[in-house]
């Protein structure tokens, strides 16, 4: 079986940036995923078209690609009342969209009743460079296709082809 859209995929990956490992799977904990519904970056994505279980490969992923580049537009000034506990430098808070979907941003610096914070993942801008293995593939279940990710952690056996 190959990879393909509608497919649920499971991958071991390290990821490395500027020589330095960033994110790695867990041994005996490969990442799962479903193919061609955006559930993890173009550019790797992209590469795991067509591969076969136990196809390992190296990619590189531009910033395009990736996590996009860096935009200084998404660097904001907040109000201290906007936030309802301490507030620290350099850590993660999540903001809610108005379609409801979480969002991720990073205080950059604190003054006086102004809080900058930087919407850009830490990741934008980057060149990536993935080492991937595919461990898995089977079809992806109705449920999963309508949700448009993969159910349970467990894959069938006979998914190994």
Same mark, same amino acid.
Do not use: C, W
């Given at each position: +079986?190959?990879? @393909?859209?509608?497919?649920? !995929?499971?991958?071991?990956?390290?990821?490395?940036?500027?020589?330095?490992?960033?994110?790695?799977?867990?041994?005996? #904990?490969?990442?799962?995923? *479903?193919?061609?519904? =955006?559930?993890?970056? !173009?550019? *790797?994505?992209?590469?795991?078209?067509?591969?076969?279980?136990?196809?390992? &490969?190296? !990619?590189? !992923?531009?910033?395009?690609?990736?996590?996009?580049?860096?935009? @200084?537009?998404?660097?904001?000034?907040?109000?201290?009342?906007? &936030?309802?506990?301490?507030? %620290?430098?350099?850590?993660?808070?999540?903001? %809610?969209? @108005?379609?409801?979907?979480?969002?991720? &941003?990073?205080?950059?610096?604190?003054?006086?009743?102004?809080?900058?914070?930087?919407?850009?993942?830490?990741?934008? /801008?980057?060149?990536?460079? &993935? =080492?991937?293995?595919?461990?898995?593939?089977?079809?992806?279940?109705? %449920?999963?296709? =309508? #949700? /448009?990710?993969? #159910?349970?952690?467990? +894959?069938?056996?006979?998914?190994?082809?």
């Amino acid at each position: +079986m190959k990879i @393909a859209v509608d497919k649920v !995929v499971e991958i071991d990956y390290v990821l490395t940036v500027d020589g330095a490992i960033v994110d790695q799977s867990e041994e005996g #904990h490969p990442l799962p995923y *479903l193919h061609g519904a =955006q559930n993890i970056i !173009v550019g *790797l994505e992209k590469s795991l078209e067509g591969k076969q279980v136990g196809d390992s &490969f190296s !990619v590189t !992923v531009s910033p395009e690609e990736g996590y996009g580049e860096y935009d @200084a537009d998404n660097i904001q000034q907040l109000s201290r009342a906007d &936030f309802e506990d301490d507030i %620290e430098v350099g850590e993660t808070y999540y903001a %809610e969209n @108005a379609d409801g979907s979480v969002i991720p &941003f990073r205080v950059t610096s604190l003054e006086d009743d102004e809080v900058s914070v930087d919407f850009n993942s830490d990741l934008a /801008g980057k060149t990536l460079h &993935f =080492q991937v293995t595919v461990r898995t593939i089977r079809d992806a279940t109705p %449920e999963e296709l =309508q #949700h /448009g990710h993969v #159910h349970g952690e467990d +894959m069938d056996e006979e998914d190994e082809e």
